[in-house]
């Protein structure tokens, strides 16, 4: 079974600087893809960035970028020049193989401190 | 851009009552999904939904639980007899394609008293 592993509740970030967000995954499967969702206190799922499993090269978004190591089963996001607007709550997602479902980690609140 | 809408945004229920959580998928989707969250708690897959079966159910998704598509345009999760264990925000959403992202609408509140 797959299996997504968020092992930090919390991080905290000053206004204009960096942050990454840890997440590894367990999969026997060699294609799938991860996502990273974003959720403000409005409790709304916004998709932030996707990687695709067979893709080399890390997803990039604007200010935000995975570090992706599929060998380590490793899927971190960075934030860069963090904006007040970036606090939430982060998940860590996978879908893959036979399964229509996605498989969320257990998520992390950002803060941004002004 | 084109969005998934769910109504109602929230919905108090007495126990035992039935209640239909509604949702309109963005339009030229096939696979529609219903997720749920209970307050601080991780994001739970329910049920998936194509070609007007279901696909794939998770071991939350019993009998109380079901899914229609009663047009060309709703997706409706009914929950037949409601338990205070039902309180959750509950998500739909709906992706384009097999195993690639889903977008999701911005949740119904369920609370069951």
């Given at each position: 079974?797959?299996?997504?592993?968020?092992?930090?509740?919390?991080?905290?970030?000053?206004?204009?600087?960096?942050?990454?967000?840890?997440?590894?995954?367990?999969?026997?499967?060699?294609?799938?893809?991860?996502?990273?969702?974003?959720?403000?206190?409005?409790?709304?799922?916004?998709?932030v960035i996707r990687q695709e499993a067979y893709k080399q090269q890390n997803a990039t978004e604007n200010r935000f970028s995975v570090n992706f190591q599929k060998a380590a089963k490793s899927f971190s996001l960075k934030i860069s020049d963090s904006q007040l607007g970036d606090a939430a709550m982060y998940f860590c997602a996978y879908?893959?193989?036979?399964?229509?479902k996605l498989t969320f980690g257990k998520g992390i609140t950002l803060s941004v401190r002004p | 851009e084109p969005e998934v809408t769910q109504t109602p945004s929230h919905q108090v229920t007495q126990m035992g009552q039935e209640v239909i959580l509604r949702c309109v998928p963005i339009?030229?989707?096939?696979?529609?999904?219903?997720?749920?969250q209970?307050?601080?708690?991780?994001?739970?897959?329910?049920?998936?939904f194509y070609n007007n079966e279901?696909?794939?159910?998770?071991?939350?998704?019993?009998?109380?639980?079901?899914?229609?598509?009663?047009?060309g345009s709703n997706f409706t999760l009914k929950i037949r007899s409601t338990k205070l264990e039902d309180s959750a925000m509950y998500f739909c959403a709906s992706s384009g394609q097999w195993n690639t992202e889903a977008f999701f609408g911005q949740g119904t509140r369920l609370t069951v008293v």
């Open positions: 079974a797959q299996t997504v592993t968020q092992s930090q509740p919390e991080m905290s970030v000053q206004e204009a600087e960096t942050v990454t967000l840890s997440c590894t995954y367990d999969t026997s499967e060699s294609d799938y893809y991860l996502f990273w969702y974003k959720q403000p206190p409005s409790r709304q799922m916004i998709l879908i893959g193989g036979a399964n229509s | 339009s030229n989707h096939l696979y529609f999904y219903w997720y749920r209970i307050l601080g708690q991780k994001v739970e897959f329910l049920v998936s279901i696909s794939e159910k998770s071991e939350i998704f019993d009998d109380q639980f079901s899914v229609e598509r009663p047009d």
